[in-house]
């Protein structure tokens, strides 16, 4: 019974993965499915990947991998945050990869290896240049001097991550791949892993042994040519016709400037829609450009649709916010983001329609 209604194109996502996969033979085509794929929900995207042939997946926390290990059982998945004492046994248990960002870290995989005398395959992330995770440049240091410390923890993949490859002119890029290669050296025959969407973009050099892309499985950029996967439709409650003179919403920041009409949808901030987009975005309907007026507010939304005929201006109508006809990430640009933030935050007050991926349509919230 939700008023608004947000569709994924399944289809959509997985041309975008298969796309990404074409740009090399030689490099394995990952999908990192962290927060909810994006708050796509993993437990839809996941499968459809699976099913196209993405063996490989990255999760943020050990309970999204947990929950993904739930629904495929034979797929390989990484952790990005890695273990802490007291979690070991989570991740042996479900057959999931700590992403090791310490060397202490390899230390106690290796001890618990030992211990348990089994092989436990795990990822070892060095920073080149994120100062997040992964060993810091000492550590680094330490490695490439004794690297046997990552063969006693059965490190088989060695990650690291982009600060700038959305900006493939950017010599950060550079300077980061040679320090990631310093370190690939001293590890022969462990696979190497470097590139998110942008990294992908960047070239065979980026590409590595694994690429682990996001955004651009989900439509976004910096992967220009993907498909539009999420379309939000945010339904029309009631339309008014205003004088010239007259305000819209809260603080009155709009004005009509003539007599206007103005279309009232239900999203709001609450939803997800970012607030800073009042007055700057624009939706789409019937093939027009409509401007988002005055300020969003918690539930609601207001749209000038002087312009588009009174008889598709109707309440029950669906004003596109994003999606084929407008980009997600021009939608972002309006509220001051990115389309990852855009994505992340939507909430769960929507129909949500899955389409294509063989799993046919269908809300898949319970
Ligand atoms: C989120 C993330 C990715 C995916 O990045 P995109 O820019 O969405 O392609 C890859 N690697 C790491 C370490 C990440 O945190």
């Known amino acids: 019974m939700a008023d608004s209604v947000l569709t994924i194109d399944l289809d959509a996502l997985t041309a975008n993965w298969r796309a990404l996969a074409a740009k090399t033979p030689k490099a394995e085509c990952g999908a990192t499915v962290k927060a909810d794929a994006y708050g796509l929900g993993i437990a839809r995207v996941a499968p459809a990947l699976w099913a196209v042939g993405c063996r490989t997946f990255f999760v943020a926390h050990l309970d999204e991998g947990i929950a993904l290990r739930a629904i495929l059982p034979e797929a390989t ?5 890695g273990r802490r004492s007291g979690t070991d046994t989570e991740f042996v248990l479900h057959r999931l990869r700590p992403v090791l960002n310490t060397l202490e870290d390899l230390d106690a995989w290796a001890a618990l290896a030992r211990t348990r005398e089994e092989v436990l395959p795990a990822t070892l992330h060095v920073d080149t240049g994120m100062s997040r995770l992964g060993l810091d440049r000492r550590e680094a240091a330490r490695l490439i001097d004794a690297p046997d410390i990552a063969r006693a923890a059965h490190v088989t993949t060695v990650m690291s991550h982009l600060a700038r490859a959305e900006d493939a002119g950017d010599p950060m890029n550079a300077a980061q791949l040679a320090r990631f ?24 050099a980026y590409q590595q042994d694994l690429m682990r892309p996001g955004i651009g499985l989900y439509g976004g950029e910096p992967f220009v040519a993907a498909e539009p996967v999420v379309t939000l439709g945010a339904r029309i409650l009631q339309v008014r016709e205003i004088d010239a003179g007259e305000t819209v919403g809260y603080g009155a920041t709009w004005t009509a400037a003539r007599p206007s009409r103005i279309a009232t949808v239900a999203c709001g901030y609450a939803d997800g829609y970012i607030r800073a987009a009042g007055n700057r975005a624009h939706g789409r309907l019937a093939g027009v450009d409509v401007p988002m007026v005055g300020r969003v507010s918690m539930d609601l939304i207001t749209f000038d649709v002087t312009d588009v005929p009174a008889q598709t201006a109707h309440p029950g109508a669906l004003i596109e916010m994003f999606g084929p006809g407008v980009r997600i990430d021009r939608a972002a640009d309006a509220a001051g983001t990115i389309a990852y933030e855009f994505l992340t935050r939507l909430g769960d007050r929507f129909e949500r329609i899955y389409s294509g991926g063989h799993g046919g349509t269908g809300d898949a919230r319970p």
């Open 77 to 81: 998945i990484h952790v990005f945050n």
């Open 181 to 204: 290669e310093a370190v690939r050296a001293v590890l022969p025959g462990v696979a190497g892993s470097l590139a998110n969407t942008g990294g992908v973009l960047l070239g065979p």
